[in-house]
């Protein structure tokens, strides 16, 4: 079985100008958007082995992050960028990380938007479900009601009622 190819070199850290340190880095970028889901969780184990304190590298691992679409990750990416961006040294890929801290912020919105969402449906479904049951008890009570044999009519002579809520004697 061959050994998958990881989506940047293992060097990570190109030794080129920085014009071509950003193309470099949007390259990866691109790659990353048609990464499968191992292909990213792969990329995400290797990059994560190497020292995250090189900007590049920070940055890559923050898009890879990115792409998996969860909470956690998102989280994560978004201080790796921010990290990127209170490094001096890395001013070269600022504009990059900017961009990319505002779509990961726009994304943590979202996913917090989507848990509300999601924990407004789940009471709206019990709250459903407790409606249901209760009117589920009515119609028992209603049956039981219209189940039951109707009251003797009561004789003339046995006990009548004269009308005033009083049994004459």
């Known amino acids: 079985m061959a050994q998958p190819t990881p989506l940047a070199a293992e060097s990570d850290e190109p030794t080129t100008p920085p014009?071509?340190?950003l193309r470099d880095t949007l390259?990866?970028?691109?790659?990353?958007?048609?990464?499968?889901?191992s292909d990213l969780a792969r990329e995400t184990a290797r990059l994560?082995?190497?020292?995250?304190?090189?900007?590049?590298?920070?940055?890559?691992l923050a898009l890879v992050l990115a792409q998996t679409r969860q909470p956690v990750d998102t989280a994560r990416a978004l201080g790796l960028v921010q990290?990127?961006?209170?490094?001096?040294?890395?001013q070269d890929l600022h504009p990059l990380a900017r961009l990319l801290?505002?779509?990961?912020?726009?994304?943590?919105?979202?996913?917090?938007?989507?848990?509300?969402?999601?924990?407004?449906?789940?009471?709206?479904?019990?709250?459903?479900e407790q409606l249901a049951d209760r009117l589920e008890a009515v119609r028992a009570i209603e049956r039981s009601l219209t189940t039951r044999p109707a009251p003797a009519a009561a004789s003339p002579g046995a006990g009548s009622n004269n009308g005033n809520g009083s049994a004459k004697p």
């Open 48 to 60: 994560s082995d190497l020292d995250e304190s090189k900007p590049s590298r920070a940055l890559r």
């Open 101 to 128: 801290e505002a779509r990961l912020t726009q994304q943590r919105r979202l996913e917090e938007q989507l848990d509300r969402q999601a924990q407004q449906l789940r009471d709206a479904q019990r709250r459903n």
């Open 19 to 21: 014009k071509d340190l």
């Open 83 to 90: 990290r990127t961006l209170a490094n001096p040294a890395a």
């Open 27 to 37: 390259a990866y970028a691109d790659r990353t958007l048609s990464a499968s889901t």
